[in-house]
């Protein structure tokens, strides 16, 4: 059983940066590949990026490709989202996840949810 939290959300200007965490309970973390969704009012959740269990491979919607960050602390039970150059599309409530299977872009894959953190890209 593993149980995430998210925090980092807020409001943010265009152009401006966060960073979203996820803090994980449980001993078996380090065991669970994890990824970002997110979903905006009135649209489908979507695949934001994800990382492997080790951290060594990380996966990007195209979307956040060279403006979002991915990583991990094993030994924190955490995972990050650093978000730059955010922009008006990028609002949404942003959920992490853990999945133990190999197809990281599914949400069907993950077997764990946090209940989300909104973030706000005013323009």
């Known amino acids: 059983q593993v149980q995430l939290v998210e925090s980092g959300g807020g409001l943010v200007q265009a152009g401006g940066s966060l960073r979203l965490s996820c803090a994980a309970s449980?001993?078996?973390?380090?065991?669970?590949?994890m990824g970002w969704f997110r979903q905006a009012p009135g649209k489908e959740r979507e695949f934001v990026a994800a990382i492997s269990w080790s951290g060594g491979s990380t996966y990007y919607a195209d979307s956040v490709k060279g403006r979002f960050t991915i990583s991990r602390d094993n030994a924190k039970n955490t995972v990050y989202l650093q978000m730059n150059s955010l922009k008006p599309e990028d609002t949404a409530v942003y959920y992490c996840?853990?999945?133990?299977?190999?197809?990281?872009?599914?949400?069907?894959?993950?077997?764990?949810w946090g209940q989300g953190t909104q973030v706000t890209v005013s323009s």
């Open positions: 996840a853990a999945a133990l299977g190999p197809n990281y872009y599914s949400d069907y894959t993950y077997d764990y």
């Open positions: 449980g001993r078996t973390f380090s065991s669970y590949a």
